[in-house]
C-alpha cells in the first residue's frame, strides 16, 4: 500500500518548490527524501525534528523498500563527502551502510574546492548516466565546506505496453499549441475525484507512471490523494504528449518555507554526523532530469546537502483521456508508493 505521509511531503514540498503553476517543474521526491533523510539521521533536537515532521515517521522504510525490479534500469548512490579534519561519528556511518548505494568518500574541500565540486560532480554524473553533468555548479563548494551528503538516482523503464509510435500526432495542448501527443487504447488503472482524472500506466520494474489531470486549470495539490486512492482497472483511450524536462534549484527558501529552518543557522545541531557543534546546512541542491516517450521513460536526479560551519480490463467502451492542458505526472513504485519524480507540465 502506497505510503500517505510520503505523498504527503511531496505535494507538501512540490507546492512550496513550484508555486507558478503556469511554469514547467520537475523534481524527485525520492532523491530530496533520501538526501533529507540522512541529514535528519545526523541530527539532534529541532534540527532533527523539523525535518521528520516534513518526510514523515517511515520515511526511510519507504524509500529503502522501492526496489525496482531487474527488468528496469536503476542506479542510486547515498555518499557522504567529508574533509580529511573533519570527526565524523562511527554512528552515523553505521547508519548511512544501512542505505542503498552508501559510501563515505574524503574531498579536499579546505585545500581545493574546485576540485571538490569537481570530483563530487563527476560521480554523480556517472551514476545518472550522464544526465546530470553539473549538479553543483561554480562556488557551490568553498574552502569553509566540510562535508556534502548526496544523493544520485537513475532510472528508465519501459512500458509494459508501448505507445504506438503510427498513432503518435500533433495535437493541440492549452497555451503550447499543437505538440508531439501518443495515443494508446488498453486496460490502465483511472480514477475520476476531488476535481483530477488520474490514469497509471504500469512500466517494467514495479514502477508506474500517474497522469493527474485537474478539471479545470492546474491550481493546488488538494484532492490528489483521494484519486489516487480511488485508481482501478478500466479501458481508456489515452493521449499523452511526449515530454523533456529538466530543472536545476536552490531548495533552501522552499524548506524553510515548509518548516525545515534550524539546520540553515546558528542553531543547527548536526552532532550525530560530527561531534563539532558549528556545523550548518549552507544549501540544498536539486537537479532533474525526465524524458518520456513512446517506449518509456528515463529520468535522472541528484540532491546535495551542503554543510559548512559557522566560523569554518473490462470489455466497455475505452474512457477516452486526452491530457491537452497543464496537468502533474508522477512516476513513482507502485507497491510503496516512493515517487522518484513529480512533474508539473504547462508546456510539454
Not at 542505505?99 to 574541500?109: D, N, Q, T
Not at 550548518?280 to 535522472?300: C, K, M, N, T, W
Request: charged share 25%.
Amino acid at each position: 500500500m502506497p505510503d500517505r505521509a510520503h505523498l504527503t511531503f511531496a505535494l507538501t514540498l512540490h507546492d512550496a518548490i513550484a508555486p507558478d503553476r503556469a511554469r514547467n517543474a520537475c523534481w524527485s521526491p525520492y532523491s530530496v527524501a533520501s538526501a533529507l533523510g540522512l541529514t535528519a539521521q545526523a541530527a539532534r533536537g529541532d534540527t532533527e525534528a523539523e525535518l521528520l515532521a516534513l518526510l514523515g515517521a517511515d520515511h526511510a522504510k519507504v524509500l529503502k523498500d522501492a526496489v525496482v525490479g531487474d527488468d528496469a534500469e536503476f542506479a542510486v548512490a547515498n555518499t557522504l563527502w567529508a574533509w580529511d579534519e573533519l570527526p565524523i561519528d562511527e554512528g552515523f556511518l553505521t547508519d548511512l551502510a544501512g542505505w542503498p548505494g552508501a559510501r563515505a568518500r574524503s574531498a579536499p574541500f579546505a585545500g581545493d574546492p574546485e576540485g571538490a565540486r569537481k570530483l563530487i560532480n563527476a560521480d554523480v554524473a556517472e551514476t545518472t548516466r550522464g544526465l546530470v553533468p553539473e549538479l553543483l555548479s561554480a562556488g557551490a563548494i568553498t574552502s569553509d565546506t566540510v562535508a556534502t551528503l548526496v544523493n544520485a538516482l537513475y532510472l528508465k523503464c519501459a512500458w509494459r505496453e508501448e505507445f504506438p509510435e503510427h498513432d503518435t500526432a500533433d495535437l493541440p495542448f492549452r497555451g503550447a499549441g499543437n505538440v508531439a501527443t501518443m495515443r494508446r487504447e488498453g486496460s490502465m488503472r483511472y480514477a475520476r475525484r476531488a476535481g483530477w482524472e488520474a490514469v497509471a500506466l504500469s512500466a517494467r520494474g514495479g514502477v508506474e507512471a500517474v497522469v493527474l489531470l485537474p478539471d479545470d486549470d492546474l491550481g493546488g495539490t488538494e484532492g490528489v490523494p483521494e484519486v489516487l486512492e480511488a485508481l482501478d482497472h478500466d479501458r481508456v483511450e489515452l493521449f499523452l504528449p511526449k515530454l523533456r524536462l529538466s530543472a536545476n534549484v536552490s531548495l533552501a527558501a522552499s524548506l524553510q518555507q515548509v518548516g525545515v529552518r534550524t539546520m540553515f543557522g546558528r542553531e543547527a545541531d548536526l552532532t550525530r554526523l560530527s561531534p563539532d557543534p558549528r556545523l550548518y546546512v549552507d544549501d540544498v541542491v536539486h537537479e532533474a532530469v525526465l524524458r518520456l516517450d513512446e517506449q518509456g521513460f528515463e529520468g535522472a536526479a541528484a540532491t546535495a546537502v551542503v554543510m559548512r560551519m559557522t566560523s569554518f480490463i473490462p470489455a466497455e467502451p475505452a474512457r477516452t483521456v486526452r491530457v491537452d492542458r497543464p496537468y502533474l505526472l508522477l512516476v513513482r513504485h507502485a507497491e510503496t508508493g516512493a515517487i522518484y519524480f513529480l512533474a508539473q507540465v504547462a508546456t510539454p
